[in-house]
């Protein structure tokens, strides 16, 4: 049984989505706004994100962004009214999985999200390891010792950065460019910073090896034995 999230202020809209997926033996939640999806999404993991673009509190592709942080798992379909090309190539570049111009027929939406669920995002678990340190990078999977510390996609991301050029000093510009590209939504220096410390903390006993080398950047050293 496959969860659902459904974002969509048209409450007609709504329940109809939520009528034709209950067909489906789906469990369904209707958010009407961006905010009210951040507090199920903080305690629930779906398995497809059905997003409006336009909702009162703003674009539905802060939705896209807020789950590209803490989800591996969650597929994103967008809908819109806004069909051009620019429209949808937006949604897919800020991470969306397939984008579905408004009016759409049940048929293909439902086409669309069999597409989805039947994807294996995780289809393969690509790793790195250095000594007892192990980065399922796909996966959301930090071993230190074989004793599993999950992490968020963006922390996983710097993380494998970081474990690429193990030895290195990696500077703020190298992590933002691995990260996050070309995209336009690029974190400030603090971001950077506050990752880092979260990457500290996921290291525990062992956060001397990620050092911060003043006015260059910082410099991860984990032991090879």
């Known amino acids: 049984m496959y969860s659902i999230l459904i974002i969509e202020d048209d409450p007609c809209l709504g329940k109809s989505l939520q009528n034709l ?22 305690d629930k993991n779906p398995d497809l994100v059905i997003a409006d673009r336009v909702l009162p509190d703003g674009d539905g592709i802060e939705v896209v962004e807020y789950l590209k942080d803490y989800s591996y798992k969650t597929k994103i379909l967008m809908l819109s009214k806004k069909s051009e090309v620019e429209n949808r190539v937006e949604g897919l570049s800020n991470g969306a999985d397939d984008y579905l111009a408004k009016p759409f027929s049940s048929k293909e939406l439902m086409l669309r999200v069999d597409s989805l669920l039947n994807k294996d995002k995780l289809s393969s678990i690509d790793s790195i390891q250095i000594g007892q340190f ?5 996966k959301g999977i930090f071993l230190i010792q074989d004793v599993n510390n ?76």
């Open 134 to 138: 192990k980065l399922l990078y796909n």
């Open 150 to 225: 999950p992490i968020r996609k963006r922390e996983s991301d710097l993380l494998h950065c970081l474990m690429i050029h193990n030895g290195q000093v990696v500077s703020r510009q190298q992590m933002i460019n691995w990260v996050w590209g070309c995209n336009t939504n690029i974190p400030t220096r603090s971001a950077i910073d506050v990752y880092v410390t979260r990457l500290r903390e996921k290291l525990g006993p062992h956060k001397k090896y990620l050092r911060t080398v003043r006015g260059f950047g910082y410099q991860l050293k984990l032991p090879v034995n």
């Open 21 to 42: 997926f209950s067909k489906r033996n789906c469990t369904t939640k209707l958010c009407t706004d961006i905010s009210g999806s951040y507090k199920f999404l903080e």
